[in-house]
């Protein structure tokens, strides 16, 4: 059964600090894997999607990366701001089906 | 933009009481999800829908049942409450053309059984 572990479980940065936060899988038959942003009592915000074929994607400050191999992605935030402060989720989804097996996440605290 | 409608943001219902949530989306998407969201394990999924009438279990279906009539609505049913149900209940939904379509999700609905 695919496991996603996500490190460190919490961060806090100073404002402007370029961060990486982490994701790792234990099963590396994905198609893709998703990033997303969760304010709290919200739901969830996609930010990022990689397939399977690719090694990364930019958005803005956001840039994920993803060794499928290695299973790791990783997600880069350029010059944070306290508008950052959230929960992050990695999820990836496993070959021939549609749902996803999420990671317990990342909680960004950016401290002005 | 995609819109995931979630009936209601707070609930509060009691054990043994027939529960149901209910999802709506915009974009004519094939694919629903119900997900529940509980701190230190994640978000899991309990139950999705590739299509009108279709379900299939996800990794805890225990206790849950789910309707899909219309394309647009998925409903998630808990046929008798329980207090170990209480939790964040989140809806998704995606398209299943290609690879690069994310799934969507409504607000949540956060359930408390009393």
């Known amino acids: 059964k695919q496991e996603v572990t996500q490190i460190p479980a919490a961060l806090s940065v100073p404002e402007g600090e370029n961060l990486v936060l982490n994701c790792s899988f234990t099963?590396?038959?994905?198609?893709?894997l998703q990033w997303f942003r969760q304010d709290p009592g919200k739901g969830l915000t996609s930010l990022l999607l990689?397939?399977?074929?690719?090694r990364e994607q930019t958005s803005g400050r956001l840039n994920a990366s993803l060794d499928k191999s290695s299973g790791r992605s990783t997600l880069y935030i350029a010059a944070s701001q306290p508008g950052d402060s959230a929960t992050y989720l990695c999820a990836v989804s496993k070959t021939g089906a549609n749902n996803l097996f999420f990671g317990t996440g990342t909680r960004l605290t950016v401290i002005p | 933009d995609v819109k995931v409608t979630q009936s209601s943001r707070y609930l509060v219902k009691r054990t043994g009481e027939k529960v149901f949530l209910e999802c709506v989306q915009d974009?004519?998407?094939?694919?629903m999800f119900w997900y529940r969201q509980d701190p230190g394990l994640g978000l899991r999924l309990i139950y999705f829908?590739?299509?009108?009438?279709?379900?299939e279990k996800g990794d805890i279906p225990e206790g849950y049942s789910v309707s899909r009539e219309k394309k647009e609505r998925f409903s998630l049913i808990l046929e008798s409450a329980s207090t170990n149900q209480t939790s964040m209940y989140l809806c998704?939904?995606?398209?299943?053309?290609?690879?690069?379509?994310?799934?969507?999700f409504g607000d949540g609905t956060r359930l408390s059984i009393l």
């Open positions: 829908s590739y299509d009108v009438k279709m379900k």
């Open positions: 998704a939904s995606s398209s299943p053309r290609g690879l690069a379509e994310p799934q969507h």
């Open positions: 974009m004519d998407h094939e694919n």
């Open positions: 990689i397939q399977s074929s690719q």
């Open positions: 099963d590396s038959a994905i198609y893709n």
